[in-house]
């Protein structure tokens, strides 16, 4: 839900993705609000699971509230909902600015646009550096690659895009800047390992990824092996 709000607040992503169609990222506007809508009502809909601060709830409300005005009403009844025409608009920049104050909130870090806020405290940074371990954790076996790529279970290019991309806009962050999130020189090495299996791959692949037959490829045997590695000296750190 959170990467999702980063979207929405990071304008830079908006005219890469959405407007000029670059990649590796394939997303688009429509994605961005059905995916919005879907993974909010579950996380409000379920305080059991998902046990929100009293300001973090009333932040989602809020950006929920601003951002379905800004669909229903728009900037007039001939109003196109295409970001190239609504992208610089008072209206889209309040939906913006409302997402960056969410993520502030919930003290998230993701995308390049805020891994590098000193204002967020060592603990915070460990809690990132968990999350992204945790995504890695999903390509470790392939059993889980087989599960989470099945056709009957998600779209599976959707599925590896995300995995990746999230990788991608991460990654180097921690790289660079091992010091400020307490990453040592093995957990370096493996991540720049898992890196470069990773990298070739979507090279080589250009993501065309058969969830029935990848799993038992030479490939997803490497991307495993390599992810199992990170877990291990993370988990031995």
């Given at each position: ?231 291990e000296v993370f988990k031995k750190g």
């Amino acid at each position: 839900m959170l990467y999702i709000i980063e979207c929405l607040a990071n304008q830079d992503y908006q005219r890469r993705v959405w407007i000029e169609g670059k990649g590796p990222e394939v997303d688009s506007f429509d994605d961005t609000i059905c995916n919005y809508a879907n993974f909010v009502d579950v996380v409000l809909n379920n305080p059991s699971l998902y046990p929100l601060t009293e300001a973090q709830e009333s932040a989602l409300r809020s950006l929920t509230a601003i951002f379905e005005d800004f669909y229903e009403n728009g900037l007039g009844n001939c109003y196109i909902y295409q970001p190239q025409y609504f992208i610089n608009s008072t209206e889209w920049r309040k939906v913006s600015e409302e997402a960056t104050r969410v993520l502030k909130v919930f003290g998230y870090l993701a995308g390049y646009r805020y891994i590098h806020c000193r204002e967020y405290s060592f603990e915070v940074k460990k809690q990132l550096l968990k999350s992204f371990i945790d995504a890695i954790a999903c390509l470790a076996t392939t059993d889980t690659n087989a599960k989470i790529w099945d056709k009957e279970e998600r779209y599976e290019e959707d599925n590896f895009r995300f995995i990746y991309s999230l990788f991608q806009a991460e990654i180097d962050t921690y790289l660079d800047n091992p010091q400020e999130f307490g990453i040592d020189f093995k957990q370096i090495e493996k991540l720049k390992k898992l890196k470069d299996v990773l990298y070739s791959f979507a090279r080589s692949s250009d993501f065309k990824v058969d969830p029935e037959t990848f799993v038992h490829t030479v490939e997803s045997k490497m991307i495993a092996a390599a992810a199992r590695e990170v877990m291990e000296v993370f988990k031995k750190g």
